[in-house]
């Protein structure tokens, strides 16, 4: 009988508030609720959520004649969908096609303006470019011009698609900027800051021929910054935003000079990108980490934990960080302990420590530091960092295998974590190459629980 009034209930629901409903819902997701009844069929044409997404109907491994095929249906489908809805307003539009038609795009331009649009994304990248490549791609279209005079726009995505950073005068709401796959100059940048003064995110991606970034325009309002494997001339990065609460950094290293910044709590660094193997690098990567010391949040890879042990303070800060959550994306192999422990005697208020395990890199011309046993880094060379004893209460491992290097270090924690409350081990679906599997890596994970440990209060989770 419940289920019954439940359904009742449902039903009584208005047009317009189940329409509201749906906008929260995914576009794929809005698109399966016409099959739940004839009254239904219609209501999702009126989401003010729409996602073309060109993957509903062409797969990457597809041969080039059937992509042909079944994106003629994508456009198809895009083309009569547009042409039954019939509601006033849309909030967000979201087009991805790898291979643009110059009618198609100005349609669902056209449409969403007339709509009144605040969230507009073009994506028109090619989902087979590597990001982690070096070869540079032009953009293969170009923001067309009425698009500019849209003062309404609150957020404006673009990839693989080239814009003119002198006519974004218009844009005095745009709250969100995301560009990627497209050739950018500096100037560019500072005008767009420029001009949208009440700019709060500013995402770049896979952008290209930038001579360095400066993003030190006066009153910025910006909140969050990302730079994601662009392409600088030079290797000099400034940031001077008094507002900025997050920073995330994908590319190679650099000089960085990143001014005080009173609200920034979160950092992710990754130097992925980064060819080679330099100890000298070490320096500008201490002095990069000296700058963001009020930073609560803090994530790290691989290439840093093997480089910033060799700065001329081989063993940690000198003013001590004030992170909160470390993160380490890291592979848990022994030319990263260096740094490892760098991190731990740099973090003294240490409160959750998240590694990430993954490859984690190996430079063939990698040399340590200082003389250190790998075998005996977390059993018998033992230093107490007062992180450890006095502040860790979290640790949380993904793609836990259970190898000889993680139970160390992991017994290591367990037996001087005095306030340890948490451990959190996530098992990795990875298959190694001896064959273990999710089902060996749950055995590894029992014999961590029966570890001696120093918290009576600490409980060991395996997921």
Not at 56 to 70: A, C, G, I, P, S
Not at 108 to 123: G, N, Q, T, W
Not at 227 to 250: G, H, M, T, V
Not at 416 to 433: I, R
Request: aromatic content about 12%.
């Amino acid at each position: 009988m419940a289920d019954n009034d439940d359904v009742d209930m449902f039903s009584k629901l208005t047009n317009d508030l189940v329409t509201v409903i749906i906008s929260y819902l995914p576009f794929k997701e809005a698109a399966r609720t016409s099959i739940l009844s004839r009254r239904w069929r219609h209501i999702w044409l009126s989401t003010k959520k729409i996602e073309f997404l060109e993957s509903f109907f062409v797969r990457d491994d597809d041969n080039e004649e059937t992509k042909q095929l079944h994106r003629s249906h994508f456009i198809n489908f895009v083309h009569q969908w547009i042409g039954q809805y019939n509601a006033t307003i849309v909030k967000t539009f979201r087009l991805v096609i790898s291979r643009p038609v110059n009618f198609l795009v100005q349609n669902c331009i056209s449409f969403a303006i007339a709509r009144d649009v605040k969230e507009l994304a073009l994506d028109f990248h090619d989902p087979l470019w590597p990001e982690h490549g070096s070869e540079n791609h032009e953009a293969v279209f170009d923001l067309p011009m009425h698009v500019y005079g849209h003062v309404g726009l609150e957020s404006l995505e673009l990839f693989s698609c080239n814009i003119n950073a002198s006519r974004f005068n218009n844009f005095i709401a745009l709250k969100e900027l995301s560009l990627g796959w497209i050739q950018l100059s500096v100037q560019s940048i500072r005008e767009l800051l420029v001009q949208c003064p009440f700019l709060e995110s500013l995402s770049l991606k896979k952008c290209w021929e930038i001579e360095y970034l400066d993003i030190t325009v006066p009153n910025l309002r910006l909140k969050r910054l990302v730079i994601d494997k662009c392409d600088f001339n030079q290797y000099r990065y400034e940031i001077a935003a008094p507002n900025l609460r997050f920073w995330k950094y994908s590319g190679t290293e650099g000089v960085f000079r990143v001014e005080r910044q009173n609200f920034l709590t979160e950092v992710e660094l990754d130097f992925a990108l980064q060819p080679d193997f330099d100890e000298e690098i070490g320096e500008f990567l201490y002095e990069l980490l000296r700058q963001l010391e009020i930073v609560r949040v803090l994530t790290v890879c691989s290439f840093l934990l093997q480089v910033i042990p060799h700065a001329e303070e081989p063993f940690g800060m000198t003013v001590p960080l004030e992170v909160k959550h470390l993160i380490l994306n890291a592979g848990m192999h022994p030319h990263e302990y260096y740094g490892i422990n760098f991190m731990l005697k740099s973090c003294p208020s240490l409160q959750t420590l998240t590694i990430n395990i993954g490859p984690g890199r190996r430079f063939p011309n990698y040399r340590p530091p200082f003389d250190l046993d790998p075998e005996k880094c977390w059993t018998k060379n033992i230093v107490l960092y007062p992180c450890v004893t006095s502040s860790l209460r979290v640790v949380n491992v993904r793609g836990f295998k259970g190898t000889m290097t993680e139970a160390r270090f992991l017994n290591y924690l367990i037996f001087f974590g005095n306030v340890l409350q948490e451990l959190n081990l996530y098992l990795s679906d990875e298959v190694d190459e001896n064959g273990a599997n999710r089902e060996t890596y749950l055995g590894r994970a029992q014999r961590v629980q029966q570890f001696k440990r120093a918290s009576l209060n600490l409980s060991i989770s395996i997921y």
